[in-house]
């Protein structure tokens, strides 16, 4: 049996278990009917990754935001009107690729991601091939998504255990001095912010 | 016990019949810790259901990647988000 369809039955197994324990509440009347579809919307009507790249485009033009970002993530995004009250306590965590450093984000016991940057996570970063492979060969991960890292690049992996959400600063594309915020926004994407693409 | 960046620190070696947020690769690893994040209830004693778990001192800890995956791991680093109670100090 493959890896992807061993992922299937289990991930469908956890939604019947998920629609059980609902219905039990509704029952009870410890949860209205439709209250959680609500909740759900509204989170995911502002969770997408255009928070993501607009964070990662105004690092790039401003030194003094980069340097509060990759000091206090939460604070920063905050700044530029994306509010992570809801997910208190957790915490955001930026970190910046150089020349000489790539980053890339994982969860190895589960799927912890920042969602309210990046929209809901693709079904790769969840996959227990993912998880259990780009901390012990990251390269050779990145590669399979087409990302090619010099020999003389350090990786970090930064697996989010606990109540930090990670993601990365790209590096700034050569040959886009002077191009607006708005143009830098939509040259990121939302592997780049993971660590999996350059940009 | 607390911890400050740029401290040496060995995982402990538990494995735990119950949930824990240390992942069994970095069981038993020197690493250096890099940042303090502050205090957060302890998720290894909420999981058995005592909501009134007291928080614990949580650690951005770095492991070089040879610590983990010996000559394999050359240019590689691991960083993972510890709680205290995994951690011990290395003198």
Known sequence: MSAHVHDHERSAAISNRVKRLVSALEKRGVLQETALDRVVEEFLLHATPANGKRVVARAWVDDRFKARLLNDASAAVAEIGIDMSHWSPVKLRAVENTAS???????????????????PSPAWYKSEAYRSRVVRDPRGVLAEFGLELPS???????????????????????????????????????NGLIGTASV | MTFEPGERVRTRNDNPEGHTRLPAYLRAREGCVVRSLGAFPFPDERSKGNRGAAAVMLYTVRFEGPTVWGAGGEGLAICADLFEPYLEKLS
Do not use: F, K, M
Request: charged share 15%.
């Open chain 1, 101 to 119: 450093q790539h980053n890339v984000i994982v969860c190895t016991l589960c799927s912890c991601y920042p969602i309210a940057l990046l929209g």
């Open chain 1, 152 to 190: 003389q690049t350090h990786v970090t992996v930064w697996d989010s255990t606990a109540e930090t959400r990670y993601i990365v600063l790209p590096q700034r594309p050569p040959n886009t001095e002077g191009r607006p915020e708005t143009e830098l926004a939509a040259l990121v994407t939302r």
